[in-house]
């Protein structure tokens, strides 16, 4: 099975600073279609998660462009400028390159 | 506006039975796979099974693999997913989810077992 790891896991931020979270896969998740099947999400308090980024790099319908995502084969980052309250959660990561799909353990993300 | 609700979540003794649904609207459900993914309570994430947009084609996570089984009815745009032999270790909430994205999810219904 492909492993996720994110780090940290968890982070402290003041709001309209930016924050950065890692995720490191242990193989490539370069699928032969030339995708990068890397996405991200965000569970707000007591809320089903949400997708925000797919295929590494796009943001998904309807979320903030303070919300980006890079990366290479294996290693990525999802980046959120100016933080605002309703950042609040964890974030998770996630591959669909191969079943069984697993996701990181999550990054909790609060305010200060 | 896409709708997933999940249905049928209640507290079962292990060894026991039961069937999760997921109606579904907003959407042309017969043109996603769908999936269902679990969470433990205060755990993280853990897919555990995909369907192909037939329902031709399904897949499990090996651990709910023999006592688990997804399906659907394209007709009644609903999810399934049927679970025997549960075990303690099956306590959780378990989401409905759209396509290979999982990019709309319902709210969820937990699954307690315990004797």
């Known amino acids: 099975d492909i492993v996720l790891t994110q780090a940290p896991l968890s982070v402290s931020v003041t709001p309209g600073e930016s924050a950065s979270i890692s995720c490191r896969s242990s193989?490539?998740?370069?699928?032969?279609?030339?995708?990068?099947?890397l996405y991200w999400y965000l569970q707000r308090p007591g809320k089903s998660p949400q997708l925000l980024i797919y295929?590494?790099?796009n943001l998904a319908s309807g979320v903030p462009d303070r919300f980006s995502s890079s990366g290479s084969e294996t290693d990525f980052t999802l980046k959120i400028s100016k933080v605002e309250t309703e950042d609040v959660g964890v974030y998770y990561c996630g591959h669909r390159l191969e079943y069984p799909y697993t996701f990181g353990a999550g990054t909790k993300l609060e305010l200060k | 506006e896409v709708q997933l609700v999940e249905s049928g979540g209640v507290l079962v003794q292990p060894g026991r039975s039961m069937k999760l649904s997921c109606a579904a609207s907003?959407?042309?459900?017969?043109?996603?796979?769908m999936a269902w993914v679990r969470q433990a309570p205060t755990k993280g994430l853990e897919w555990v099974a995909t369907?192909?947009?037939?329902?031709?084609?399904?897949y499990y996570r090996d651990s709910v693999k023999g006592r688990f089984t997804i399906s659907r009815d394209n007709a009644k745009s609903t999810l399934y997913l049927q679970m025997d032999s549960l075990r303690s270790e099956d306590t959780a909430t378990y989401y409905c989810?759209?396509?290979?994205?999982?990019?709309?999810w319902g709210q969820g219904t937990l699954v307690t077992v315990s004797s």
């Open positions: 989810t759209t396509g290979n994205w999982f990019a709309y």
């Open positions: 193989k490539s998740l370069l699928s032969s279609k030339g995708i990068t099947s």
């Open positions: 907003g959407f042309t459900f017969s043109s996603f796979p």
């Open positions: 369907i192909s947009t037939s329902g031709g084609s399904t």
């Open positions: 295929q590494m790099s």
